[in-house]
């Protein structure tokens, strides 16, 4: 098996990194940077985040697992103390592979240039540079509101415990394939109205934007923030591409859930 890790570069993130190599190689494990069969993950969400996108090609051949070095992580089921033992489990063990839903951003713009497409494992969020957002927002090809506001952030499953619920959204379980809208300040009073409520779209429906006022707009696709000029329309739906996780033991996401924000 050919495997790499990422680091989230502290200190103790690092040390573990080495160390886990080191043993890796001894069981006779093929380090590759370019063709991972598995991905290590040393750090938190965000060091498993940065190796999603520098494998994003590789989505349907590489599975990932994480070491978290700091606090509980959604993505990092795996604590330091334990290093010794995924090793092995890495060795020796078939692991099951488990499938999580992506949210994928197709960027057109005015003057008809090449399209961007990208893929997001969390969530994607648009803002205007300058001025509040005013954006039609289409479902299904059909017109569902003008909003108005700072702001919206389209979600994965996975990525609804991030960003999304400090918007107010709902969690969704991450066997769901769906992806969730929800409203950054919206604007409501007399003149301007929006629904008000986070959307839970499923994965045949698709999400459109078209700006009303403003070509150019701050959108970022998990942590890369990227400025967009001239934008037509911005459209959003579960990816055909999932992310594969490797899993050598349970990892149930209520009781992740629970431990991120309820548990003492």
Known sequence: MKFAITSKGDTKSNTLMHKMRSYLLDFELVYDEDQ????????????????????????????????????????????PDEIEKLVIAIA??????VEYPLLEVIIRYS????????LALNESTVKS?????????????????????????????????????????AILHPSIP????????????????TVGSPLVLPAHHTCMLKPVYGPDFQITIDHL???????????FRVADE??????????????????SFIAD
Not at 111 to 118: D, I
Not at 159 to 169: E, H, M
Not at 225 to 235: F, G, R, W
Request: glycine share 10%.
């Open 225 to 235: 923030t990227l400025l967009h000029k001239d934008v037509k329309s911005i459209q």
């Open 92 to 97: 020796k063990t078939p692991f099951q592979v």
């Open 178 to 193: 769906a992806i969730q809208l929800a409203e950054m300040a919206s604007i409501n009073n007399r003149v301007f109205r």
């Open 129 to 169: 540079v300058d001025a509040t957002l005013v954006m039609d927002v289409e479902i299904r090809g059909q017109h569902f509101e003008r909003f108005r506001g700072d702001g919206l952030c389209l979600s994965t499953p996975s990525g609804s415990t991030a960003y999304n619920k400090a918007l107010g959204g």
């Open 111 to 118: 003057h008809g240039g090449k399209e961007n497409r990208y």
């Open 36 to 79: 991972p069969d598995i991905v290590i993950s040393v750090g938190g969400d965000g060091t498993l985040l940065y190796a999603f996108h520098r494998y994003r090609n590789r989505l349907d051949k590489t599975a990932f697992v994480g070491v978290h070095t700091g606090h509980l992580g959604f993505y990092a089921d795996w604590v």
């Open 242 to 259: 999932k992310i594969r996780f490797a899993r050598f033991r349970p990892f149930p996401f209520w009781k992740r859930v629970r431990d």
